[in-house]
C-alpha cells in the first residue's frame, strides 16, 4: 500500500511541470513592443437595392378587405414577374387585417370596417431599373412603397482590399514610429481585426406620395458606400 501511494506521488509530481510548460507560449519579446491601430477603406457602387411594396385596401367587412387586397397584391407580383424579378427575390414581409373605428366625443367607438395590408420584400439587382418597376407597380395597384436600402451583393472583395490597405498602413506607421525612435522593425507580433463594417447606407425614403402623384417616373441614384475594416497589429522594435 505505501508503495502505491509513492508510485501515485511521483506520477503527480511529473505531471506538473508538464501542464506548466505547456502554458508557456508566449514569443520572447527581444525589443520594444509596439501596437498600431490602422483602418483600411474602399469604395464601392452598390449593385442591390431593396424596396418594399405593397397593397393597403378598406372595406366595410374584414373578409371584403382581405379579398380586395389578395386582387390588388395578384397584380403587383404578376408585374414583378413580367419585370423578371425572380422568386427568389420576392418575400413576404407583413400580412395584417386591422378594425377601423370612428371616435366621437362622450361616444363608444364605433366599427366603420377593417383594413388589410399585405407587403413584400423585393430585391433588385439591377438598380437601374428599379424606379420604372416601381412606376409599373403603382400603375398595378400598389400603394404603399418604402426603400430603397443599397447594399453589395457581394461585399467579400471590397472587405478583403480595406483589410490590405489597413495592413499597409499599419506597416507604414509602424516603420515611422521606428525611424523616429532610431530602431527598425523586425517581426509582426500579432494581427487583431476589431470590425469589419460598411457605412451607413443612404436613409430609406417613402416613395408613395410621389408615385402616386405620377407626374414624373421614379429614379434611383446608387452613389457610393464605403467598407472599413479596423486593425490592430502588434511589431517589434530593435
Do not use: H
Not at 498600431?36 to 374584414?62: K, L, N, W
Not at 523616429?180 to 481585426?193: F, I
Not at 447606407?201 to 457610393?224: F, L, N, T, V, Y
Request: glycine fraction near 6%.
Amino acid at each position: 500500500m505505501i508503495r502505491t501511494m509513492m508510485i501515485a506521488g511521483l506520477l503527480t509530481a511529473t505531471a506538473v511541470p508538464v501542464v506548466a510548460a505547456a502554458q508557456t507560449v508566449a514569443p520572447r519579446l527581444a525589443g520594444t513592443q509596439l501596437d498600431v491601430v490602422a483602418t483600411g477603406e474602399v469604395t464601392r457602387v452598390p449593385d442591390i437595392a431593396r424596396i418594399s411594396a405593397g397593397v393597403v385596401t378598406q372595406a366595410p367587412s374584414a373578409t371584403a378587405a382581405i379579398q380586395q387586397n389578395a386582387q390588388q397584391m395578384e397584380r403587383v407580383r404578376a408585374a414583378l414577374k413580367r419585370a423578371g424579378i425572380q422568386d427568389r427575390d420576392i418575400q413576404t414581409s407583413t400580412i395584417s387585417l386591422n378594425p377601423e373605428y370612428r371616435y366621437e366625443e362622450n361616444r363608444p367607438p364605433q366599427l366603420v370596417g377593417y383594413r388589410a395590408s399585405n407587403e413584400v420584400s423585393v430585391r433588385f439587382r439591377e438598380i437601374a431599373q428599379t424606379g420604372r418597376i416601381l412606376d409599373a407597380l403603382v400603375a398595378q395597384g400598389a400603394n404603399q412603397i418604402n426603400g430603397p436600402m443599397l447594399m453589395l451583393d457581394k461585399p467579400e472583395e471590397a472587405m478583403d482590399e480595406a483589410r490590405t490597405a489597413a495592413l499597409r498602413t499599419a506597416q507604414r506607421r509602424a516603420e515611422m514610429y521606428a525611424r523616429a525612435l532610431g530602431k527598425r522593425v523586425t517581426r509582426v507580433l500579432s494581427v487583431s481585426e476589431a470590425g469589419a463594417s460598411y457605412m451607413p447606407p443612404p436613409r430609406p425614403m417613402m416613395m408613395e406620395a410621389r408615385a402616386q402623384a405620377g407626374d414624373a417616373a421614379s429614379k434611383i441614384d446608387p452613389g457610393e458606400q464605403t467598407v472599413s475594416v479596423n486593425l490592430t497589429v502588434s511589431f517589434e522594435l530593435e
